[in-house]
């Protein structure tokens, strides 16, 4: 708040992008009225939860992911290490851009318009599934930009958090826009697409406990494998006091 113009280019830079996406979407469906078989105000529905997970990622998951390859290389993460809470903790939840958690609160917007122009109201189940399924999507996020970053444990001069962040764009869209295998990939192996098509599904579309399921499940594989990840990479370290 000191340095009002940075405050008020952060809070810009937290709302354009999302505003670009929407603005993309509503360009789409001038031109017609069913995209893969979504329908407009489906289309939002999905668009504000891909607002609200950015808006999470960008507030407390990119922050600390993108500098962690320098402070590998450096031994400066030593720091997070040596602190009294668990590594990946520390590493990972350690630094934090609030303010761009104006795109969430404008996913909120978006979500609500969405759900309003739908045909019928969605039910408590449905309701009750898009959250948890929405806490997957940010659970999901959190363990894959930490098995990238976790790459530099073993390959210290490549900075893969500008490739990653470009590639959570995939998920604006639905899963069906794409082809297969493309659409197998994206859903299921690197669920860039599905973590957001999922749980967009399970409030605007037929809802399938199934996909409920499969859902936790693949969060907990993804969590999984990027705290394995995360403990191998840490016995590889050589820190600044090693």
Known sequence: MAHRVNFAFDIAQSLVGI????????AIYY?????AG????????????YSIVAGVRSAFIDPSMTRM?????????????????PSWFTVSCREHAPFALGQAILGAGILIAGVSGLPS???LANVLATIVLTGCAVAISWAFSLAVACLGFWFARFELGPLTASLWDVGRYPAEVYRQPVRTIVTYLVPLAGMITVPASALA????????VSGLALTACFVFL?????????????????
């Open 38 to 49: 979504w329908s407009k105000p489906q289309a939002l529905v999905l668009v504000g939860i």
């Open 121 to 123: 109201p969605p039910g």
């Open 31 to 35: 031109q017609t009225d069913m995209l």
């Open 19 to 26: 505003l670009a996406v929407l603005a993309t979407t509503l």
């Open 226 to 242: 990027a705290m394995l990840l995360f403990r191998q990479g840490v016995k590889r370290y050589t820190g600044a006091t090693s």
């Open 205 to 212: 579309r037929t809802f399938a406990w199934y996909a409920l």
């Open 69 to 85: 390859v320098s402070t590998i290389r450096d031994g400066s993460l030593d720091d997070a290490l040596l602190q009294p809470a």
